[in-house]
């Protein structure tokens, strides 16, 4: 923990002051004179989608232990109310925290709070999402790639020749998580003119309930078998939607995207309901996020870390970890999840699947 803790330093009297400062050493977030252990804040948006507490977090964890055998790590979830988030964050400069690794609920109602923690010499790593204001580094993979690979299986599996006859409604994401408009982006730009667009949404909080009334509201609007593609910008807006479509009776399915590799979702493309996820592979993310973390709160330079550069909203350029997201469909289940363990084939292959799995090539 910092020994700089701004609020404490103003109380005291200007000798025990002076030592406190010297104690701090310069520039970073860190604790270069080894008086204590690091403490890294982690802050995560919210527990509507698994990722976040199922895979970053554990996975963060233990890259960060396993760099810094003696930092600590304060971890709080949002769970997507950007109040709570601006509460958790001020919590984090209060206690002096040395690093902050930041989901933002909301990357412009964050960027004081990001500012304030600058202004307290505290490092903020903005994670997936690209935080506004004076963030140290970012780590996070090409938005757009990650809509443009979820248009392109979009069409593909609608048929290619489609021509613009063919038509879809789009599930966006949370217009305040700054990826919804870049996933948004990348997939008009490979949609546009080759489908009709019937009905578009954007998803505050990414809530799947919201995405599964809005499908029922489309195909009402829409008419029943006048939909002939979803594109959802995840799973969870994907599981939402496919629910609608079966409570409504669509038969056979439209194609649906996704996004996130969610255990559900895998198991619905093996099943036939879901076409294809995006998978952003968690690990050399959270390697990346643990890294820039640990330098960040030793005070150390991030460039060693971040090759990429990035410039957020409200802040200079800053070095990055820009990686490349895959598409999985049936067919390549077993090359990227499993083979990089993020399930096994017992876990994807529950009893009812069984065909469905052995059919998919992964029994
Ligand atoms: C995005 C993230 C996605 C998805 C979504 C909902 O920012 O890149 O992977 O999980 O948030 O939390």
Same mark, same amino acid.
């Given at each position: 923990?910092?020994?700089?803790?701004?609020?404490t330093?103003?109380?005291?009297?200007?000798?025990?002051?002076?030592?406190?400062?010297?104690?701090?050493?310069?520039?970073?977030?860190?604790?270069?004179?080894?008086?204590?252990?690091?403490?890294?804040?982690?802050?995560?948006?919210?527990?509507?989608?698994?990722?976040?507490?199922?895979?970053?977090?554990?996975?963060?964890?233990?890259?960060i232990?396993?760099?810094?055998?003696?930092?600590?790590?304060?971890?709080?979830?949002?769970?997507?109310?950007?109040?709570?988030?601006q509460?958790?964050?001020?919590?984090?400069?209060?206690?002096?925290?040395?690093a902050?690794?930041?989901?933002?609920?909301?990357?412009?109602?964050?960027?004081?709070? *990001?500012?304030?923690?600058?202004?307290?010499?505290?490092?903020?790593i903005? $994670?997936?999402?690209?935080?506004?204001?004076?963030?140290?580094? $970012?780590?996070?993979?090409?938005?757009?790639?990650? /809509?443009?690979?979820?248009?392109?299986?979009?069409?593909?599996?609608?048929?290619?020749?489609?021509?613009?006859?063919?038509?879809? *409604?789009?599930?966006?994401?949370?217009?305040?998580?700054?990826?919804?408009?870049?996933?948004?982006k990348?997939?008009?730009?490979?949609?546009?003119?080759?489908?009709?667009?019937?009905?578009?949404?954007?998803?505050?909080?990414?809530?799947?309930?919201?995405?599964?009334?809005?499908?029922?509201?489309?195909?009402a609007?829409?008419?029943?078998?006048?939909?002939?593609?979803? $594109?959802?910008?995840?799973?969870?807006?994907?599981?939402?939607?496919?629910?609608?479509?079966?409570?409504?009776? *669509?038969?056979?399915?439209?194609?649906?995207?996704?996004?996130?590799?969610?255990?559900?979702?895998?198991?619905?493309?093996?099943? /036939?309901?879901q076409?294809?996820?995006?998978?952003?592979?968690?690990?050399?993310?959270?390697?990346?996020?643990?890294?820039m973390?640990?330098?960040?709160?030793?005070?150390?330079?991030?460039?060693?870390?971040?090759?990429?550069?990035?410039?957020?909203?409200?802040?200079?350029?800053?070095?990055?970890?820009?990686?490349?997201?895959?598409?999985?469909?049936?067919?390549?289940?077993?090359?990227?999840?499993?083979?990089? /363990?993020? $399930?096994?084939?017992?876990?994807?292959? *529950?009893?009812?699947?069984?065909?469905?799995?052995?059919?998919?090539?992964?029994?």
């Amino acid at each position: 923990m910092k020994t700089c803790m701004r609020h404490t330093a103003l109380a005291m009297t200007a000798l025990s002051t002076a030592v406190a400062l010297a104690a701090c050493g310069s520039g970073g977030g860190g604790d270069p004179d080894g008086g204590s252990s690091p403490t890294i804040g982690l802050l995560l948006p919210d527990a509507t989608t698994a990722r976040w507490e199922a895979q970053d977090r554990p996975l963060l964890e233990k890259e960060i232990k396993e760099l810094c055998g003696d930092c600590s790590i304060e971890h709080a979830n949002a769970k997507g109310d950007v109040a709570i988030q601006q509460e958790q964050m001020d919590s984090m400069i209060t206690k002096g925290v040395d690093a902050i690794v930041l989901v933002a609920v909301d990357a412009r109602s964050l960027a004081t709070e *990001v500012r304030d923690a600058a202004e307290a010499n505290i490092p903020v790593i903005a $994670y997936d999402r690209l935080a506004q204001g004076p963030i140290a580094g $970012y780590v996070s993979f090409d938005g757009q790639e990650v /809509g443009r690979l979820q248009g392109r299986a979009l069409l593909r599996a609608m048929g290619d020749d489609s021509a613009g006859s063919r038509q879809i *409604v789009m599930m966006n994401g949370d217009p305040s998580d700054p990826n919804a408009a870049q996933f948004k982006k990348g997939a008009l730009s490979v949609l546009t003119g080759r489908v009709k667009i019937g009905k578009a949404y954007d998803t505050l909080q990414w809530r799947p309930e919201t995405a599964n009334m809005n499908m029922s509201g489309a195909l009402a609007a829409l008419g029943v078998g006048n939909i002939h593609g979803v $594109y959802a910008a995840n799973d969870g807006l994907a599981s939402g939607s496919i629910s609608a479509l079966k409570a409504n009776k *669509v038969q056979p399915l439209p194609p649906v995207t996704g996004q996130d590799a969610e255990l559900g979702a895998v198991q619905r493309i093996v099943g /036939g309901d879901q076409y294809m996820t995006v998978y952003k592979p968690f690990g050399p993310e959270a390697s990346a996020g643990a890294a820039m973390a640990v330098a960040a709160a030793r005070g150390e330079a991030l460039d060693q870390v971040g090759k990429d550069t990035v410039r957020p909203i409200g802040g200079k350029q800053v070095p990055a970890v820009m990686l490349t997201p895959v598409a999985v469909t049936a067919g390549n289940i077993k090359g990227t999840l499993v083979k990089d /363990g993020i $399930y096994t084939v017992e876990q994807i292959c *529950v009893p009812r699947l069984e065909t469905a799995c052995s059919k998919a090539g992964l029994t």
